[in-house]
């Protein structure tokens, strides 16, 4: 599947996708940039 070639597992795809998200969900001055 294009999950496992472009991330080597479902794991590291779900890992990319939090730390795109969370970014966008935490109000800025937190600590994320």
């Known amino acids: 599947a294009a999950i496992e070639r472009d991330f080597g597992s479902v794991d590291n795809f779900k890992a990319e996708f939090e730390k795109r998200q969370l ?3 935490v109000p800025a ?5």
């Not at 001055?29 to 940039?33: K, L």
């Open 23 to 25: 970014p966008a969900l």
């Open 29 to 33: 001055g937190h600590g994320w940039c």
